[in-house]
């Protein structure tokens, strides 16, 4: 693993208005994240971890710095965060979000398109990522032919098509049943040995176990920040 922080977050600071209250997110977080580096996030409901997320994934916050590889993200037009997030982060969820009337092979393919990516080249890289997650049998099948373990590996092979340099993933077991999970788990960690940069949020303490960092959050600040 490289010493170089791909990712500087100073005193980064999220508020939410709720009604007549105003909600902190985030309180004057800060840390550095080095390529190559197997991270868990968590913490309980509310505690800021998927805040913290989707910053990370490009939201704006309300304060503070974030530089990913010393690009001032703050900076950024729209478009300009749109395209970054496309080519350089990855994302995974706990419901998956494919489509449910495309294949797996076009869900993969999804992200090389916005990216402008020929027919020919996506259609190779979508069925090379789906044979590298096991799923190349099943490259033809919707969604729902699908279990839920074989989406969330569908959904890993879309996140990795235009060769993210960050991988995002919320709660990615949360819908599996333990098992299954594993299984997800042991692909996370196949693919951060390979060299991928894997940043997880999860309340789940056994999966942030997997991880080599663990960073806690309660009340929008980091109570613990450890690695294994």
């Known amino acids: 693993m490289s010493d170089a ?34 991270i868990a996030i968590i913490g309980p409901s509310g505690s800021g971890k998927s805040t913290l997320m989707n910053i990370l994934g490009l939201d704006r916050p309300i304060g503070g710095r974030y530089r990913f590889e010393g690009e001032e993200v703050a900076r950024f037009s729209d478009d300009q965060l749109a395209d970054f997030r496309n080519r350089r982060i990855g994302f995974v969820f706990q419901s998956f979000q494919l489509l449910p009337r495309l294949s797996a092979l ?56 235009n060769q993210p340099d960050l991988l995002l993933a919320d709660e990615p077991t949360g819908a599996l049943d333990s098992a299954t999970g594993v299984e997800v788990l042991s692909l996370f960690q196949k693919l951060n040995a390979d060299g991928l940069t894997v940043v997880l949020v999860t309340h789940d303490r056994g999966v942030a176990d997997a991880a080599r960092r663990r960073i806690a959050f309660r009340d929008g600040r980091v109570t613990e920040d450890v690695r294994s």
Do not use: F
């Open 5 to 38: 922080a791909m990712i500087q977050i100073e005193d980064l600071t999220k508020t939410y208005v709720m009604g007549e209250e105003t909600v902190t997110a985030l309180d004057s977080v800060s840390l550095s994240i080095a390529r190559g580096e197997s």
């Open 106 to 161: 076009q869900n993969v393919e999804l992200p090389m398109i916005y990216g402008g990516q020929p027919p020919r080249v996506r259609r190779d890289r979508a069925a090379e990522l789906l044979e590298r997650v096991g799923l190349g049998a099943r490259m033809g099948h919707r969604p729902n032919q699908l279990s839920g373990g074989q989406q969330q590996r569908v959904a890993i092979a879309r996140s990795l098509a």
